[in-house]
Protein backbone atom coordinates (compact mmCIF):
# COMPACT_ATOMS: atom_id res chain seq x y z
CA UNK A 1 0.00 0.00 0.00
CA UNK A 2 2.56 2.55 -1.21
CA UNK A 3 -0.39 5.16 -1.75
CA UNK A 4 0.98 8.50 -2.69
CA UNK A 5 5.23 8.87 -2.21
CA UNK A 6 7.25 11.87 -1.89
CA UNK A 7 11.04 12.06 -2.99
CA UNK A 8 13.21 13.41 -1.49
CA UNK A 9 12.54 13.50 2.04
CA UNK A 10 14.44 16.05 3.13
CA UNK A 11 17.25 18.36 1.56
CA UNK A 12 19.26 21.14 1.93
CA UNK A 13 19.64 23.99 -0.68
CA UNK A 14 21.69 27.29 -1.38
CA UNK A 15 19.69 30.29 -2.36
CA UNK A 16 19.76 30.32 -6.22
CA UNK A 17 20.01 26.40 -6.69
CA UNK A 18 17.26 24.46 -8.32
CA UNK A 19 15.53 21.36 -7.53
CA UNK A 20 12.82 19.30 -8.14
CA UNK A 21 10.42 17.43 -6.12
CA UNK A 22 8.93 14.26 -6.88
CA UNK A 23 5.27 12.95 -5.90
CA UNK A 24 4.14 9.33 -7.13
CA UNK A 25 0.75 7.69 -6.35
CA UNK A 26 -0.32 4.34 -7.21
CA UNK A 27 -4.01 4.91 -7.15
CA UNK A 28 -5.17 5.37 -10.51
CA UNK A 29 -6.33 8.62 -8.93
CA UNK A 30 -6.86 11.61 -11.70
CA UNK A 31 -6.16 15.14 -9.18
CA UNK A 32 -2.93 15.84 -7.91
CA UNK A 33 -1.66 19.13 -5.70
CA UNK A 34 1.50 20.44 -4.42
CA UNK A 35 1.10 22.25 -0.43
CA UNK A 36 3.53 24.03 1.37
CA UNK A 37 3.29 24.34 5.13
CA UNK A 38 4.63 26.69 7.55
CA UNK A 39 4.70 27.06 11.12
CA UNK A 40 1.28 28.13 12.62
CA UNK A 41 0.12 28.36 9.37
CA UNK A 42 -2.40 25.81 7.17
CA UNK A 43 -1.41 24.09 4.25
CA UNK A 44 -1.32 26.62 1.38
CA UNK A 45 -2.12 25.39 -2.40
CA UNK A 46 1.01 25.99 -4.78
CA UNK A 47 -0.61 24.01 -8.31
CA UNK A 48 -2.67 21.10 -8.60
CA UNK A 49 -3.67 19.10 -11.94
CA UNK A 50 -7.00 17.15 -12.80
CA UNK A 51 -5.39 14.48 -15.45
CA UNK A 52 -2.52 13.92 -17.05
CA UNK A 53 -0.75 16.56 -19.08
CA UNK A 54 -2.43 19.78 -17.52
CA UNK A 55 -2.06 22.16 -14.32
CA UNK A 56 -2.73 25.16 -12.68
CA UNK A 57 -2.44 27.41 -10.27
CA UNK A 58 -2.96 27.54 -6.78
CA UNK A 59 -2.94 29.93 -3.87
CA UNK A 60 0.80 30.34 -3.97
CA UNK A 61 2.29 29.65 -7.53
CA UNK A 62 5.05 32.51 -7.13
CA UNK A 63 8.69 30.58 -7.82
CA UNK A 64 7.04 27.09 -8.51
CA UNK A 65 6.24 25.24 -11.46
CA UNK A 66 5.02 21.63 -12.10
CA UNK A 67 4.30 19.23 -14.64
CA UNK A 68 1.98 16.39 -15.12
CA UNK A 69 3.46 14.15 -17.75
CA UNK A 70 2.37 10.67 -16.50
CA UNK A 71 -0.61 10.76 -14.73
CA UNK A 72 0.70 8.71 -11.71
CA UNK A 73 3.31 11.52 -11.28
CA UNK A 74 3.54 15.18 -10.53
CA UNK A 75 6.37 17.06 -10.11
CA UNK A 76 7.48 20.61 -8.63
CA UNK A 77 10.09 22.71 -9.50
CA UNK A 78 12.24 25.36 -7.99
CA UNK A 79 13.91 26.48 -10.52
CA UNK A 80 15.95 29.59 -8.55
CA UNK A 81 15.60 28.37 -4.82
CA UNK A 82 14.86 31.26 -1.98
CA UNK A 83 15.12 31.30 1.75
CA UNK A 84 11.05 32.07 1.46
CA UNK A 85 10.51 28.74 0.15
CA UNK A 86 11.97 27.06 3.25
CA UNK A 87 9.07 24.55 4.22
CA UNK A 88 7.62 21.62 4.32
CA UNK A 89 5.77 20.36 1.09
CA UNK A 90 2.94 17.96 0.66
CA UNK A 91 1.86 16.15 -2.31
CA UNK A 92 -1.88 15.29 -2.45
CA UNK A 93 -4.50 13.15 -4.76
CA UNK A 94 -7.78 12.48 -5.06
CA UNK A 95 -10.18 10.32 -7.34
CA UNK A 96 -12.26 12.72 -8.61
CA UNK A 97 -13.84 16.32 -7.74
CA UNK A 98 -16.50 14.98 -5.40
CA UNK A 99 -17.06 16.36 -1.99
CA UNK A 100 -17.33 12.72 -0.24
CA UNK A 101 -13.74 11.38 -1.46
CA UNK A 102 -11.07 13.51 -0.03
CA UNK A 103 -7.44 14.06 -0.72
CA UNK A 104 -4.85 11.26 0.48
CA UNK A 105 -1.48 12.93 1.53
CA UNK A 106 2.04 11.79 0.71
CA UNK A 107 4.60 11.89 4.18
CA UNK A 108 6.11 15.32 3.25
CA UNK A 109 9.15 16.98 1.99
CA UNK A 110 11.12 19.07 4.53
CA UNK A 111 13.16 21.67 2.19
CA UNK A 112 15.85 23.97 3.89
CA UNK A 113 17.09 26.99 1.74
CA UNK A 114 20.35 28.42 3.09
CA UNK B 1 -10.17 37.33 7.36
CA UNK B 2 -8.90 33.67 6.28
CA UNK B 3 -11.48 31.60 5.10
CA UNK B 4 -11.04 29.10 7.79
CA UNK B 5 -10.08 29.98 11.33
CA UNK B 6 -9.49 27.81 14.09
CA UNK B 7 -8.02 28.19 17.65
CA UNK B 8 -4.47 27.99 17.75
CA UNK B 9 -4.68 26.76 20.78
CA UNK B 10 -2.42 25.18 22.60
CA UNK B 11 -4.82 22.93 24.23
CA UNK B 12 -3.70 20.51 27.60
CA UNK B 13 -5.88 18.46 28.81
CA UNK B 14 -5.92 15.32 31.31
CA UNK B 15 -6.61 12.23 30.22
CA UNK B 16 -10.24 11.32 29.77
CA UNK B 17 -11.48 14.84 30.04
CA UNK B 18 -14.25 15.78 26.95
CA UNK B 19 -12.20 18.87 24.77
CA UNK B 20 -14.70 20.92 21.92
CA UNK B 21 -12.92 22.31 18.97
CA UNK B 22 -14.48 24.89 16.87
CA UNK B 23 -13.66 26.67 13.08
CA UNK B 24 -15.59 29.46 11.60
CA UNK B 25 -15.39 29.64 7.85
CA UNK B 26 -15.88 32.27 5.49
CA UNK B 27 -16.71 31.01 1.94
CA UNK B 28 -21.09 30.33 2.16
CA UNK B 29 -20.64 27.83 -1.03
CA UNK B 30 -18.20 25.88 0.79
CA UNK B 31 -19.04 21.98 -0.38
CA UNK B 32 -17.61 20.09 1.98
CA UNK B 33 -16.40 19.90 5.54
CA UNK B 34 -13.49 17.58 7.21
CA UNK B 35 -11.88 17.29 10.19
CA UNK B 36 -8.30 15.81 9.38
CA UNK B 37 -5.26 15.13 12.27
CA UNK B 38 -1.64 15.58 11.73
CA UNK B 39 1.09 14.23 14.13
CA UNK B 40 4.35 15.96 14.53
CA UNK B 41 6.36 15.97 11.37
CA UNK B 42 3.44 14.26 9.76
CA UNK B 43 1.27 14.26 7.13
CA UNK B 44 -2.48 15.16 7.75
CA UNK B 45 -4.48 12.15 7.34
CA UNK B 46 -8.33 12.34 7.36
CA UNK B 47 -9.82 11.77 10.99
CA UNK B 48 -14.07 12.29 9.70
CA UNK B 49 -16.04 14.42 7.41
CA UNK B 50 -18.30 16.97 8.74
CA UNK B 51 -22.29 16.36 7.83
CA UNK B 52 -24.89 19.00 8.65
CA UNK B 53 -27.16 16.21 10.68
CA UNK B 54 -23.88 15.34 12.42
CA UNK B 55 -21.85 12.18 13.06
CA UNK B 56 -20.16 10.52 15.13
CA UNK B 57 -17.13 8.24 15.02
CA UNK B 58 -16.96 6.15 18.46
CA UNK B 59 -15.46 9.43 20.86
CA UNK B 60 -15.54 11.84 17.73
CA UNK B 61 -18.39 14.02 17.11
CA UNK B 62 -18.21 16.32 14.51
CA UNK B 63 -20.91 19.42 13.72
CA UNK B 64 -21.87 21.30 11.27
CA UNK B 65 -23.94 24.73 11.45
CA UNK B 66 -24.18 26.09 7.80
CA UNK B 67 -26.25 28.86 9.02
CA UNK B 68 -23.60 30.45 11.22
CA UNK B 69 -20.87 28.68 8.76
CA UNK B 70 -19.88 27.46 11.56
CA UNK B 71 -17.88 24.00 12.21
CA UNK B 72 -16.98 21.71 15.49
CA UNK B 73 -15.24 18.36 16.71
CA UNK B 74 -15.80 16.77 20.05
CA UNK B 75 -13.45 14.41 22.19
CA UNK B 76 -14.90 12.32 24.75
CA UNK B 77 -12.96 10.32 27.30
CA UNK B 78 -9.63 11.64 25.52
CA UNK B 79 -6.63 9.39 25.14
CA UNK B 80 -2.97 10.14 25.45
CA UNK B 81 -2.67 8.91 21.50
CA UNK B 82 -5.22 11.54 20.84
CA UNK B 83 -2.37 14.25 20.98
CA UNK B 84 -1.95 15.95 17.94
CA UNK B 85 -3.04 19.21 15.87
CA UNK B 86 -6.40 18.69 14.72
CA UNK B 87 -7.20 20.83 10.98
CA UNK B 88 -10.61 22.33 9.85
CA UNK B 89 -10.89 21.68 6.14
CA UNK B 90 -13.00 23.19 4.02
CA UNK B 91 -13.81 22.02 0.11
CA UNK B 92 -15.38 23.73 -2.71
CA UNK B 93 -14.95 22.91 -6.30
CA UNK B 94 -12.69 25.30 -8.60
CA UNK B 95 -12.20 24.52 -12.61
CA UNK B 96 -13.36 20.75 -11.50
CA UNK B 97 -10.73 20.18 -9.10
CA UNK B 98 -11.19 19.81 -5.20
CA UNK B 99 -10.12 22.60 -3.33
CA UNK B 100 -9.53 22.32 0.13
CA UNK B 101 -8.67 25.73 2.29
CA UNK B 102 -7.08 24.52 5.74
CA UNK B 103 -7.68 26.29 9.00
CA UNK B 104 -3.97 26.35 10.74
CA UNK B 105 -4.76 23.85 13.00
CA UNK B 106 -5.75 23.61 17.09
CA UNK B 107 -2.85 21.99 18.84
CA UNK B 108 -4.24 19.45 21.46
CA UNK B 109 -2.19 17.57 24.39
CA UNK B 110 -3.39 15.12 26.65
CA UNK B 111 -1.85 14.82 29.66
CA UNK B 112 -1.39 11.87 31.86
Known amino acids: NAGVTQTPKFRVLKTGQSMTLLCAQDMNHEYMYWYRQDPGMGLRLIHYSVGEGTTAKGEVPDGYNVSRLKKQNFLLGLESAAPSQTSVYFCASSPTEYSNQPQHFGDGTRLSIL | RKEVEQDPGPFNVPEGATVAFNCTYS??????FFWYRQDCRKEPKLLMS???SGNEDGRFTAQLNRASQYISLLIRDSKLSDSATYLCVVMGIIQGAQKLVFGQGTRLTINP
Open chain 2, 50 to 52: VYS
Open chain 2, 27 to 32: NSASQS
